[in-house]
Every structure is written in C-alpha cells, then in structure tokens.
C-alpha cells in the first residue's frame, strides 16, 4: 500500500470500548441506522461470506453470523482481538493490519467486505485509494466494498460544540490534514473524508449503490454524558433522524455515512 504506515493501535481503548460505545444509547441508534440501511439492500436476504476489517470488539461480527452470514473478522489492535474473540469463541478471527490488506486471501473468497465506524478514517486519501484498489484486485464483479466513514463536517457536533460554548470545537474535522484524536489517552491520526472524494476514489473499479447520513441529527457518542440526562432531547433527534436520515446529500454533514458499492 502506498504511502505505508503503521496501523494507529487502539490496544488502550478495548476495555472501554463497549461501553463508551457500542452499548451506549447513541452507539445503539448509530448502529441501528446503519442496519437499516444495510437492511434496504437485503444485505441480509441470503448468507454471504463477509470480510471485515476493523472488527473492533467483534459486535457486528456477531449480528452477522446469527443473521447467516459467514464472517471472517479481522482487526489491527491485538486487545481489540481479544475481546471479540471471547464474544465469538467459533469465529475466523486474526489480526490484519491494513498494510497487510493486499496479501489476505480471505477477500477474494469473500462476497462483501465490511468497515464499520470510522475504521477507514486512520487512512489519508492516498491509503484510502490503495486500500480500494488492492480490495478491487481481490474481489469479483458483483462483490461488494460496505464502508461507514465520518465526513470532514459533522453539523449536529458543530451545534453541540456552539450550544455548549465550546467555539474552538467548531469545524474541528474541517482540515486538510489529519486531527489528532485522543481515544483513552492515545492519540490517533484521524483522516475525515468527503463522501464525493471517496465516491471519485471507488469510481475506476466500484459503482455505488448506496450512500447515505448515518447521524444527521444523532450527536457523536462523546456526547453520551449530557443525553443520558436529557433522554426527551435524544429521542426527539432520533425522530428527526429517522425522518431525514434518507437524504443523501447530507451525508457530508453527519456524524458518519454509509457507503455501498459494487465491484464492476
């Protein structure tokens, strides 16, 4: 992969991941939204064999095999590893850094490979495309490349930030470069991608069927703490969520988007 570096580690955010997340009730609505969409394109209509990358604690791992599907999981944290391997003891389950994406097997013999939350975020534009074209020389026409990135602007976290005073906040992914993320006292090089720039990215060997907001209205999950407090807030910005969240030219302004696209 061009441009390598070495996959940023999130070994320190594995204890705390589940809960800071995955279990948390904007984490839950997030994911509900993506299986939704995921849902739309009967993803789930006949097993597939499913790559994913960046499996994390192995949470939709789990939801795709008892939904069928036949998952080969695979993550660059050894900690994340080795919570997702207690939650599914009979998965194929490895570690694989993203530098390491072209010599995987695994997705040829994969329909569809799947990156969920941010996952493809630790890449710059230029790993990005790497990443594309090396899982285009793998995967067979009609396979499909499901990715859920965060856009370079989030407008529920630029309210949120204006709302609580915190102006320095504002426009904080709107940059060239990276943003330094700290996730449980590491920092990680965070890369925030347009939905076009990635569109332009898979255009060569993709075509996309689907794109679409994932938490237009939903706040980030660093915002747990005050919408546990006020539950009426998040209830009504999930209305509001589940109301316009099927426009797709306000993918570049959520907290995340989903990104469907198949091999030609």
Same mark, same amino acid.
């Given at each position: 992969?061009?441009?390598r570096t070495m996959d940023p580690s999130f070994d320190s =955010?594995?204890?705390?991941?589940?809960?800071?997340?995955?279990?948390?009730?904007?984490?839950?609505?997030?994911?509900?939204?993506? %299986?939704?969409?995921?849902?739309?394109?009967?993803?789930?209509?006949?097993?597939?064999?499913?790559?994913?990358?960046?499996?994390?604690?192995?949470?939709?791992? $789990?939801?795709?095999?008892?939904?069928?599907? !036949?998952?080969? =999981?695979?993550?660059?944290?050894? $900690?994340?590893?080795?919570?997702?391997?207690?939650?599914? @003891?009979?998965?194929? *389950?490895?570690?694989?850094?993203? *530098?390491?994406?072209?010599?995987?097997?695994?997705?040829?013999?994969?329909?569809?490979?799947?990156?969920?939350?941010?996952?493809?975020?630790?890449?710059?534009?230029? !790993?990005?495309?790497?990443?594309?074209?090396?899982? =285009?020389?793998?995967? $067979?026409?009609?396979?499909?490349?499901?990715?859920?990135?965060?856009?370079?602007?989030?407008?529920?976290?630029?309210?949120?930030?204006?709302?609580?005073?915190?102006?320095? !906040?504002?426009?904080?992914?709107?940059?060239?470069?990276?943003?330094?993320?700290?996730?449980?006292?590491?920092?990680?090089?965070?890369? %925030?991608?347009?939905? =076009?720039?990635?569109?332009?990215?898979?255009?060569?060997? %993709?075509?996309?069927?689907?794109?679409? @907001?994932?938490? *237009?209205?939903?706040? @980030?999950?660093?915002?747990?703490?005050?919408?546990?407090?006020?539950?009426?807030?998040?209830?009504?910005? %999930?209305?509001?969520?589940?109301?316009?969240?099927?426009?797709?030219?306000?993918?570049?302004?959520?907290?995340?988007?989903? *990104?469907?696209?198949?091999?030609?």
């Amino acid at each position: 992969m061009g441009n390598r570096t070495m996959d940023p580690s999130f070994d320190s =955010a594995a204890k705390l991941y589940d809960n800071e997340f995955t279990f948390s009730e904007i984490g839950k609505l997030q994911r509900d939204r993506v %299986y939704f969409w995921l849902n739309k394109i009967n993803f789930f209509k006949k097993p597939k064999r499913v790559f994913e990358v960046n499996c994390g604690t192995g949470y939709d791992a $789990k939801l795709f095999t008892e939904r069928g599907h !036949q998952v080969t =999981a695979t993550d660059g944290s050894e $900690k994340m590893l080795e919570v997702a391997q207690k939650r599914n @003891p009979e998965l194929d *389950i490895y570690q694989r850094k993203f *530098i390491d994406i072209s010599i995987d097997d695994n997705i040829g013999k994969s329909e569809a490979v799947f990156s969920n939350f941010g996952g493809l975020n630790c890449l710059s534009e230029e !790993q990005l495309l790497c990443f594309i074209n090396e899982t =285009a020389a793998q995967q $067979k026409v009609g396979d499909l490349l499901i990715s859920v990135i965060m856009p370079n602007h989030c407008f529920i976290a630029d309210l949120f930030h204006f709302l609580t005073g915190k102006f320095n !906040q504002i426009r904080r992914r709107n940059r060239e470069e990276f943003l330094e993320v700290n996730v449980n006292g590491e920092s990680i090089r965070t890369y %925030y991608h347009h939905p =076009a720039t990635v569109s332009k990215l898979l255009y060569s060997n %993709y075509k996309v069927l689907l794109k679409k @907001p994932i938490a *237009i209205f939903l706040p @980030p999950s660093y915002t747990e703490l005050f919408f546990k407090r006020n539950k009426w807030a998040l209830k009504g910005l %999930y209305l509001l969520e589940r109301i316009f969240g099927n426009l797709s030219f306000l993918s570049s302004k959520a907290d995340h988007y989903i *990104i469907v696209a198949e091999r030609k």
